[in-house]
């Protein structure tokens, strides 16, 4: 988005030391000790936002606070990073800690009031997905492909009479944002989605049909092996108890405002809640306004910790 717009860019020019990291499967992070996510497909893409929170995250911290000698980090996370904070603050509590203030933009833990086609339609055939993914091997969703970049070049700059239909792309999947600025778009498309694993998608699936934030759900006979119980146990959200900001737009429709009060009720420290209004969910990120109705409130919260 450039360095008047970027998150790391403003918070760099108020002097914070900005460390940013990538989850686990993304293009700039694909490597493993032992296991090659093209040839080791099933056990390398066998995680979800889970392990991310549980094992990830808590390297991030431990690292920076060792190189910087800091006894606690702000924590930044958007969607899933925030999902995977509530998941690292709740099973690994000792890590509230190390955390001075955690800033989640649109907060995900509950998802019952999403409206998303896709995940309707994952809900709906759940068993057929898993079929297909377990027989086709389709574990990795949505991978960097470096043709993208070129595609993106060519068909969705300012010029090109294609670039309303690059745009509905994003309306489709996100929702209709008069935030969006189009003129980004290949910069966009050249680097998100940077991939995943399938299991973020079916773990999201799972807590939106069953209503409840939980660990993922595979299946009663394996549940009982891996937890000690037939259902995966839920994150215990009053665990977290670093100080926690939520900031979500009113346009979103993955985070939806009931989500984002039922969160709310149950965390045990949050200062802050704010809605933004005509924001969806990625305007929290790259929205045109995003400097004067987001980033200057979060600077001015974040230096009174």
Not at 9 to 25: H, I, K
Not at 100 to 126: C, D, G, Q, S
Request: net charge neutral; proline share 5%; aromatic share 16%.
């Amino acid at each position: 988005m450039g360095p008047q717009r970027s998150l790391g860019f403003v918070l760099a020019d108020q002097g914070y030391d900005v460390w940013l990291a990538n989850p686990r499967g993304t293009r700039w992070s694909r490597k493993h000790a032992t296991l090659n996510p093209d040839i080791d497909i099933k056990e390398y893409w066998d995680f979800s936002f889970h392990q991310i929170g549980y094992y990830d995250l808590p390297a991030f911290i431990d690292y920076i606070v060792n190189v910087t000698n800091q006894e606690k980090v702000f924590y930044i996370g958007h969607s899933q990073g925030s999902t995977s904070y509530f998941v690292l603050s709740s099973t690994r509590p000792e890590y509230n800690k190390k955390v001075r203030l955690a800033v989640t933009l649109a907060p995900i833990a509950y998802f019952e009031h999403m409206n998303i086609p896709i995940v309707f339609w994952m809900a709906r055939y759940r068993d057929e997905v898993e079929n297909f993914v377990s027989k086709y091997q389709f574990y990795e969703l949505l991978p960097y492909k470096p043709y993208r970049e070129i595609l993106a070049k060519i068909f969705c700059n300012d010029k090109s009479p294609f670039q309303d239909v690059c745009a509905a792309v994003f309306y489709f999947t996100g929702g209709y944002s008069e935030q969006f600025d189009k003129t980004k778009m290949p910069v966009i498309i050249s680097n998100a989605p940077a991939g995943g694993s399938i299991r973020q998608m079916q773990h999201y699936t799972q807590i939106f049909i069953s209503k409840k934030f939980h660990q993922y759900d595979h299946g009663e006979e394996v549940n009982l092996g891996l937890y000690g119980q037939l259902s995966p146990p839920e994150y215990d959200l009053k665990r977290i108890t670093a100080p926690l900001a939520f900031y979500y737009g009113s346009e979103d429709v993955y985070c939806r405002e009931e989500d984002v009060n039922r969160t709310a009720s149950e965390v045990s420290n949050l200062i802050l809640k704010r809605r933004i209004e005509g924001f969806g969910h990625m305007d929290v990120t790259w929205g045109i306004d995003v400097v004067k109705s987001l980033y200057k409130d979060l600077v001015r919260l974040m230096k009174t910790y």
